[in-house]
């Protein structure tokens, strides 16, 4: 063995590889949401399955809200056909006023109205009854979709906090190596004394092993700072989430809301007929024709009020039927982000 080789074998024997770093292409490949996803899932483990569950609930919630809107809506339309209906015997009585019949058997007046009135009432208790069973669920609902929405916003909150404290780390880690790197000079230990002195000086013209490995170091910590800003700058990604979770918080109060008033109108149109129409008001006035036909005019107000709110019910439902269509078409876009399929892992690989 010449001396040039052995002296290229000291220099080198030890030689430690090199490390080098692309940030660039480490923040780009996070431009897939499947990379994403994916290494969220495996730095926070416990927080992606956290938002994995509480997307499955957005779902539930979905199903639900969706349903108890179709049970509002329903719940107009037939208080609005039975208030209908009611107008519709009052024509009845109309025509038999023209043809003169309930001046000679104004017996039959008072049967019309004793009907109406008795059908009306039944039909708005049983709407009452009705009401009373969806604000029961919806109350149910919109605290639960609330308390979904603080959790997902909570655990997302978590980990873009760990995500900025990790780079915080990853920044004084370094600069403390900066410091390192510059007081690393050609001799750091015995061996590197033994290699200079063996090589006469030769091998401090090169990189001693101990920067190479500070500088390796450091390519890492490049890395790894990288990859979490990378994450940070795409949480993103989990806004279309968030919007999902608000969607159906603001349409399950939203839908309270508007229930309770649409619940308030009918018990107080229910309330005005049992008192104001009640049998022996009908029995003691119907012979009175001006009183009967005010009468007849109070009710018709009165019911034709309760079709305004009925037709405002059904077009509220409408346009919350409208977002929550818009909602479930986010969730499904959701579904690659927040739910990794068993292959993803092996498609990244591969």
Known sequence: MGVANLVKNVIWGGAVARKTVDPEKIDASFDNSKTFAAEIAKRFPKSYEIVTSLRQDLKVHHFDLSNTIQDVSLLADSTSNGAAKTLKKLGLRDRLIAKGKLASKPILDVKIWQFTIRRQVEDLTSSLEKCDAILVILEKLQKDVAQTQDDLERELELIKKTLESSVKVQKAKMADLEQKLKSTGCINNSGELFRAIFTLGIACAFDSPTKIQLENVRAS??????????????????????????????????????????????????????????????????????????????????LGNLMKECTRVSEDCIQRKHAMDEALIGLNKEAELVELAEGSDAELAS
């Open 221 to 302: 910590l490049v890395e790894e700072e990288t990859i979490l800003k990378a994450l940070l700058k795409r949480m993103g990604y989990f806004d279309g989430l968030v919007t999902i979770a608000k969607t159906l918080t603001e349409q399950a109060a939203g839908l309270l809301e508007s229930t309770k008033k649409f619940r308030a109108v009918i018990r107080d149109t229910r309330d005005e007929l049992e008192q104001d129409f009640g049998d022996d008001d009908i029995v003691e006035n119907m012979g009175d024709v001006d009183f009967a036909n005010d009468f007849a005019e109070s009710l018709e107000m009165s």
